[in-house]
């Protein structure tokens, strides 16, 4: 019990440092999906990026492993952009933003898709599909937040 009430502690204290702006960039940080580079996860392996491929794109600063990515990115970005503005895919499902952590990321149907913490993507993994439904169903409000 004590656990459940620190989770959801410190969720709302994410939730509260996580509300603004359409990609998720920690309070201290512009950078997307916490400076990984965001096609890296679609090779299988998540990379962080370099500075010398930074970005812009949405108001955040997205970083890639290699040149490649870096075009790659910008021919589709929506389809390496991590799902929900890279917040916490559970997090949304429960009609809240919190930070989404891309050591937490997982790709289903082709889509990213990260998570505060292992628990909770554990929790997120229990009904993926279910979750997504929800979540899909949240983000235009809690976009417009």
């Not at 962080?48 to 970083?63: E, F, I, P």
């Not at 503005?85 to 919190?98: D, L």
Request: net charge positive; proline share 5%; glycine share 10%.
């Amino acid at each position: 019990m004590r656990t459940t009430w620190m989770l959801v502690a410190v969720l709302g204290l994410a939730t509260v440092v996580a509300r603004g702006g359409e990609v998720y960039t920690s309070l201290f940080s512009d950078k997307a999906v916490g400076g990984y580079d965001a096609v890296s996860f679609f090779e299988g392996r998540p990379v962080k990026g370099r500075a010398d491929t930074a970005l812009r794109h949405k108001g955040a600063v997205w970083l890639f492993a290699s040149e490649q990515n870096r075009a790659a990115f910008l021919r589709e970005p929506e389809r390496y952009e991590p799902q929900y503005g890279g917040y916490c895919a559970w997090a949304a499902a429960q009609g809240e933003r919190a930070p989404g952590d891309p050591e937490h990321g997982r790709i289903v149907e082709g889509r990213l898709y990260l998570n505060y913490s292992a628990k909770v993507q554990r929790d997120w993994e229990r009904d993926i599909p279910g979750f997504i439904r929800k979540a899909d169903a949240n983000w235009p409000r809690l976009r417009a937040e």
